[in-house]
């Protein structure tokens, strides 16, 4: 096999695993791109977070039928009173005390501080945006392998579209560039025979 063919199998080659491995990039990236987007709309962890919520609702409850009451300055030494603080203060919608080490560490409020910290919109957002940008990275490098996999049809498609255009300016010119070249080849000639005539009258003159 001579070099020209030995070389067209390995530009072929080349291309062929290129674009395999752009194909590839493209599908685990944008799966991975796609699953955080959905993670971060759809917040699937939200049924956890009621299930615990109604865990520690239900505790709290208990404890009030105790006749144990809401007291702010509840501390841990205090036993269940701390923990129908801790709780009332976990469930309160418009608070975020679930962000503290102290509730997330906490052995009654952690799990359900957790599952709500993990569904909350600030993650959703982060989620969301990770997700496009993973996608858009992804399709980006993919595109860029797929550009010089195809490079050589991508240069032909391009010779092909300005040929036919530079052959019709060429065309149009040529006529134009002919009458000006005879014009000139006219004037040119002109010129001569008048010189010449002029030439004859002044010898004839003498």
């Keep these: 096999m001579d070099r020209k063919n030995l070389n067209e199998e390995k530009y ?11 194909i590839l990039i493209l599908i685990i990236g944008l799966s991975i791109g796609g699953f955080l987007i959905y993670k971060g709309i759809v917040k699937p962890g939200n049924k956890k977070v009621e299930e615990l919520k109604t865990n520690l609702e239900s505790k709290r409850l208990e404890l009030e039928s105790k006749g144990i009451k809401y007291n702010v300055f509840a501390e841990y030494t205090d036993g269940e009173e701390y923990d129908l603080k801790i709780i009332t203060r976990a469930l309160d919608p418009s608070s975020s005390y679930c962000k503290s080490d102290e ?49 050589r049809q991508i240069l032909a498609f391009k010779t092909q579209q300005v040929m036919p255009i530079a052959k019709e300016g060429i065309e149009e010119i040529t006529p134009t560039i002919e009458h000006a070249a005879g014009e000139i080849a006219k004037s040119v000639s002109t010129g001569i025979k008048e010189g010449k005539s002029s030439k004859t009258q002044n010898e004839n003159d003498k």
């Design 103 to 151: 509730y997330k560490n906490n052995s009654i409020t952690k799990d359900y501080c957790a599952a709500k910290n993990s569904t909350s919109d600030f993650v959703s957002q982060e989620l969301i945006a990770i997700g496009i940008f993973i996608c858009f990275i992804t399709c980006t490098f993919a595109i860029l392998l797929f550009t010089i996999a195809k490079g």
């Design 12 to 22: 072929l080659k080349i291309a062929k695993n290129l674009t395999l491995l752009a």
